[in-house]
Structure formats: structure tokens, C-alpha cells
């Protein structure tokens, strides 16, 4: 017994210096002014016009981003769950693979993909086609998210549809089931959770991500995640900068228990 406590005192020592310390700076700045005094100033910072401004085109453009991914993905998905298991397994595997490669590396690649002299607009030129001006705006930023953040609602729908009884869709089949009223009445609710978990997934790391704004948005467009990251970078204002950094904290305990709800079994988790 004692040298299981022993095993996990690298984790505690991990967690305490790497999610509680810094969690609690957040809440400290966050509460207090520059002063060190109490204030709720820094948390109301969301309602001021630039601030708020920023939250609701986050918002916009994480649900646009979530439901392309949803849609992209629940197809996909059951494709996946209907093939055969080594051809699937290697597909999966095709999928996490970019997520191997850096985050901003990805980033990058779709920025030199979508600039005005880049690949595809060469491509485009090269068989007399317009060009396509969609570097630096909202349009750009969607494609980013999506095609970051596809794989995070491909597995949790996959890891569901695979777990479906085949014997009840075909015993519906057998009673004269169409294959839209299985789908609408069988396979949708019983993979709910997996839609719950990957919209999650999709929506929390959307919203807050301020990267794929900074090069895909070429710094014009400006999301909560954006205002966050200048707050501590260029302004030094790390109490502003907590503050709004709870109010997005909020969110995502909203999300996850949204998630908690409807996910009690932990089905919707990544394989």
C-alpha cells in the first residue's frame, strides 16, 4: 500500500506545480487589481465593446467550425465503424497521423497554401481559374479549425458507432425498419454520446485557440483567445488578461458538464 502512495507522488508533485500553482495565479490576478486590491473589474472586462465584440466572433466561428466538423465527421465516422477492422484500423491511423506534426506547423502550412501568391492560387493561375482570396479572413480561420480539430470528432463518434449492437440494427431491418428510420430512431440516439463528446472536443479548443487567428486571420481578426494573449504578452497585464481568462474558464466547466450529463458512462471517449 505504501509503495502504491509512493508511485503517485510524481504526479501529485506534477499536478501541484503545473495545474494547481498556476490555476491559482489566474484566480489571484484575476480577483485583484495592480495594487493587489480585490476588484471584479478584471472578470466585467468581457462586457466592454472590443472585448465582447472578440467572445461573440469566437463564438460564431467555433460553431460554424464544430458543426462542419460534425457534419464532415459523422459519415466518416460510420463509414469507419462499418469497414472491416484492419482496413479501419489503418484509415484511423491515417487521421491521427497529422496530429503527430505541431500544432503550429499544421498552421503555417495552410497559411502558405492560402496566400495570395501561394500553392493553390498558383494552381488556380496555372489553369486560368480566379484566384481565391481567402487568406485573412473569418473564411480562412474556419478551414483552420476544422482541419485541426476534424480528428477530435472522428474518434469519439467512431469509438460510439463501433460499440452499436449490429444485431439491433438488423433485427430492425427485419421488422421493416428504412434505413432512415434506424438511422433517426437507433444509431443517432445510441451515438449521442460520442456527438456530445466530439462537439465538446471541437468547441473548447475553437474558441479559445488564438493561433490559427494570428496566422490564417493575419492578426486582423481579433477572437477572445486573441485579446487574452495580448493582455499577457504585449500589454503585461496579466490581471486583465486572468480575468478574462476566468470568464472563459466558465465555459468550459459549462461544457463539461454538459458532457458529464450526457456522457455518464465516459462512452464518447477518445480511443
Request: proline share 4%.
Amino acid at each position: 500500500m505504501n509503495s502504491k502512495k509512493l508511485l503517485t507522488g510524481p504526479y501529485l508533485l506534477w499536478a501541484i506545480g503545473f495545474i494547481l500553482i498556476p490555476l491559482a495565479m489566474i484566480f489571484y490576478y484575476g480577483f485583484t487589481n495592480e495594487s493587489g486590491g480585490f476588484t471584479f473589474e478584471n472578470l466585467l472586462a468581457i462586457g466592454t465593446k472590443e472585448n465582447f465584440k472578440a467572445l461573440g466572433l469566437a463564438l460564431l466561428l467555433s460553431v460554424i467550425s464544430t458543426g462542419i466538423c460534425l457534419i464532415l465527421a459523422y459519415p466518416l465516422a460510420m463509414i469507419l465503424a462499418n469497414m472491416k477492422v484492419k482496413r479501419t484500423n489503418f484509415i484511423v491511423f491515417l487521421f491521427i497521423l497529422p496530429m503527430w506534426m505541431n500544432f503550429l506547423l499544421r498552421t503555417m502550412a495552410w497559411q502558405t497554401l492560402l496566400e495570395k501568391n501561394g500553392v493553390i492560387n498558383q494552381v488556380l493561375n496555372f489553369l486560368h481559374l480566379p484566384a481565391l482570396q481567402i487568406i485573412n479572413t473569418p473564411y480562412a480561420i474556419v478551414l483552420g479549425m476544422v482541419y485541426n480539430f476534424l480528428p477530435f470528432m472522428i474518434l469519439p463518434l467512431y469509438n460510439v458507432l463501433i460499440k452499436i449492437d449490429k444485431d439491433t440494427i438488423n433485427a430492425a431491418k427485419d421488422l421493416g425498419a428504412t434505413g432512415i428510420y434506424t438511422f433517426r430512431k437507433i444509431i443517432l440516439p445510441l451515438s449521442m454520446p460520442g456527438v456530445i463528446s466530439g462537439i465538446i472536443m471541437v468547441f473548447v479548443p475553437a474558441l479559445t485557440t488564438f493561433v490559427i487567428s494570428d496566422l490564417l486571420g493575419g492578426s486582423k481578426i481579433l477572437l477572445i483567445g486573441n485579446v487574452i494573449e495580448q493582455k499577457f504578452k504585449q500589454s503585461s497585464n496579466w490581471n486583465a488578461g486572468s480575468g478574462l481568462s476566468l470568464v472563459m474558464m466558465i465555459f468550459i466547466l459549462l461544457s463539461m458538464a454538459i458532457m458529464t450529463k450526457y456522457d455518464k458512462d465516459g462512452e464518447g471517449g477518445v480511443l
